[in-house]
């Protein structure tokens, strides 16, 4: 009886529904119209959000006649399922609308691209942000099935581009673990990146056969101790196919009353991985050391992304949030690049404050690439959250004077 609901019940219902009652009724035998109730308050029972996002983006770059002007909103709706024997599930929406006449690049490769202007990365259009099944029915462990948002450590290897409007999301497998004391470990299988450019766009989605591996350690005492590894591999373009893996420690020790210490060491082997180029040859350091007192943190650091036969690349890092906001260095130019950067953070009457200095070089012979200025200033005002956020990068021998201006308000409920 049971196997003939369950085929009924694929029959009628389909989608994610459906899947939970076949799972139920094969995986944990329980009495028919249980589940059917159990099923309906999960779905009924769940949870929905919506986030509004506006942006106005300003470029000045040298090399256009034409200032771009960008303001868009972001309208981010999703549902949340309850449990239903450890499962739930998860769909969200995401729509980009250009208030006003749209004079920018959205760069998305498509005829409606605007060339006469400079870009800003944040094209138009609805679709399916994520959505998946998640699984948290094994001890420690959460598994999850489908589209999703998926970060590790500070982003810099693997992110969700979470600043653009439109997010990088990732289809596939991902099982998290923390099951040993101090360690969270982590796994992904990735079969598509859904990049900032849109569905639409040419560039939009990558076909991938790629793993991730992620293993944390935050015992020491004194930080948190990282090993991973991240094989990509490219099934239309198989010849950038790459692996990276390193080592970060990172942490904040209190070292007196009122005073702690800003650290983080990282390095990174990058190199050919199935048919990638064997050209495919670079390390990536980073150095950085500050200190935080009464709230306010300094902190001094060098970034190396090396070029030996290649530069060291970050396909899907989160790029915007290293080396400068001006987005000069998403891709790293053929000579590889050396960051040294100051950063200083505070907050005064309510206001989050942040203010950087990037000097920028060639990692490879003698080039200085140009400098950059960034200052923001943040601030909520009940549910609502104000940015202002500025960038200048002026340049020597990469690239030319570009001038970023950002007004942001975002409200989520």
Known sequence: MQRAYSRKLVKKGGGIGAAFGVIGLVSFGQ???????????AISGGKVGLDLRYRYEHVDADNFERNSNASTLRTRLNYTTGSFNGFTALIELDDITALGS??????????RDKTEYPVVADPTGTEVNQAYISYAGLMDTTIRLGRQRIVYDNARFIGNVGWRQNEQTF???????????????NYAYIDQVNRIFGKDSPKGEVDMRS???????????????TGYGYFL???DAPATSNRTVG???AGTPVVAEGMKLLYALEYARQDDYRRGASTIDADYQLIELGAEMSGVSAHLGQEILGADGSAFSTPLATGHAFNGWADIFLNTP??????R??????AAMGTTLQAAYHRFDADRGSADYGSEINLMASRPFGKVNLMAKYARYSADELAVDTEKVWLMAQVAF
């Open 247 to 249: 080592i970060r420690l």
């Open 341 to 346: 950067y100051l950063k200083l953070s505070g």
């Open 334 to 339: 053929v000579n590889g690049l050396q960051d």
């Open 171 to 185: 289809d596939g497998f991902a099982v998290s673990n923390t099951a040993l004391p101090h360690m969270t470990l």
């Open 102 to 111: 749209r004079r920018y690049n959205e760069f998305t490769g498509l005829p």
């Open 31 to 41: 009495p028919v119209l249980a589940q059917q109730a159990t099923l309906a308050e």
């Open 233 to 235: 591999e490219y099934v």
């Open 211 to 225: 793993h991730l591996l992620n293993a944390s350690y935050s015992g020491l005492g004194f930080g948190t101790l």
